[in-house]
């Protein structure tokens, strides 16, 4: 079985899918690799270090499709949906591509891969089961992007984080609310709190109260239903528990000097829950770091957020970053590729591809197979779209 990697043609992606260090654990395993040359190069790995862990590196990257069984990426086409469609024509029936995919809402892209007859594999659709908690690149990616959201906030603020005792008095702690209490809001609390901030946070889900206040943070409890979904994951709520909660979290917002937003719903459309007034409410020279953004979507859960940009209003700072782990490749790089050589290494049986539906994991993270799209959730989408198209 021969694993093949390219270097990432989404504008701006450092990360790398595989990194040399995990390339022993794959050759254990009865897996070859071939890498693009220069495919880790922005992450900091040189080919040689590939070619010393006995991976072979070729020059051509429709080279590396030829040869490769199984492809990975970090973005495949439905997350990198302009360059990507350039790999398309090197796809092949029968061939196997892992990567983060955006399965439910790239419902074109999904379609196009299975008419390659490609067998793909959506990471983000891993079940949040303990099996599959090393292979969970959600995960390890929110992790770095909670992190980095307090200090691109830390770093704009107009005022330090910390307490701070001097001899021309006492400076106050900056105070950090955080909104969503996953993996990225429970990172960005503890990394606020190292840093020395007063951190209040809220989340829908009530069971994560608990994790919140062992943090050190101030959970803010907002009497409406609460609302956790399938996998730990929130779950939508109608328009009317989305308002009720804007407004008993006006008060919090207004107060705060850094506002923290990481609050999604699986293939859903972000819930709004910063508005303009509120923002118009926040202290001058205060930050709002929305890790709801998408790239090429309006909004994010502030109102006034601008994928990828960093726009100012009356004195707040809104950023929008939609891919804070391609910031830190030399870190997310090796987190990303233990997970997907964790995933390799389960899909395979005795080197070769296992396509065991009694499997959650392969079962869930399966979305083309055959030439169809075979994802139950991703299929019933599809014929959503397609009836639509054809009402229309």
């Not at 998408?294 to 601008?306: H, I, M």
């Amino acid at each position: 079985m021969i694993v093949g990697v390219v270097k990432e043609s989404y504008p701006g992606e450092r990360r790398v899918a595989l990194t040399p260090n995990v390339l022993p654990s794959l050759a254990k395993a009865g897996v070859e690799t071939v890498v693009e040359a220069g495919a880790g190069a922005a992450a900091g790995y040189r080919d040689a270090e590939y070619v010393e862990k006995g991976s072979r590196v070729v020059a051509e990257r429709a080279e590396v499709f030829r040869v490769a069984d199984v492809v990975a990426q970090v973005r495949g086409l439905g997350a990198n949906p302009e360059r990507g469609r350039e790999d398309l024509g090197l796809l092949r029936r029968g061939q196997v591509l892992i990567a983060t995919f955006e399965p439910l809402t790239a419902l074109d892209q999904v379609k196009a891969v299975a008419d390659r007859g490609v067998t793909l594999f959506a990471l983000e659709l891993l079940p949040r089961i303990t099996r599959a908690q090393g292979m969970d690149v959600l995960s390890s990616m929110a992790n770095i992007a909670g992190y980095k959201a307090v200090l691109l906030a830390a770093s704009q603020a107009p005022r330090l984080f910390p307490m701070m005792m001097t001899a021309a008095g006492t400076i106050p702690p900056a105070r950090v609310f955080v909104i969503g209490a996953g993996v990225a809001g429970l990172q960005a609390i503890a990394t606020a709190k190292r840093l020395g901030a007063l951190v209040q946070a809220y989340d829908i889900r009530a069971a994560v109260r608990e994790q919140i206040e062992s943090l050190g943070a101030k959970f803010v409890h907002i009497p409406i239903e609460h609302a956790e979904g399938a996998g730990g994951y929130a779950r939508a709520m109608d328009q009317e528990s989305y308002r009720r909660q804007r407004e008993l979290m006006a008060t919090v917002v207004s107060q705060s000097d850094v506002v923290i937003t990481t609050a999604a719903v699986p293939g859903a459309k972000p819930p709004l829950l910063v508005t303009a007034d509120m923002v118009r409410s926040m202290p001058w020279g205060s930050v709002i770091v929305d890790l709801a953004a998408r790239s090429g979507q309006p909004g994010g859960n502030c109102e006034l957020t601008r994928a990828d940009e960093t726009i100012e209003s009356e004195g707040v700072f809104i950023h929008g970053p939609t891919n804070l782990p391609s910031s830190v490749p030399r870190t997310s790089s090796p987190l990303f590729a233990k997970n997907l050589a964790a995933f390799v290494c389960h899909v395979l049986e005795n080197g070769r591809l296992n396509l065991d539906r009694d499997d959650e994991i392969l079962r869930q993270t399966l979305t083309c197979a055959n030439g169809e799209v075979v994802h139950p959730l991703v299929k019933e989408r599809l014929g959503d779209l397609v009836s639509r198209e054809g009402n229309s």
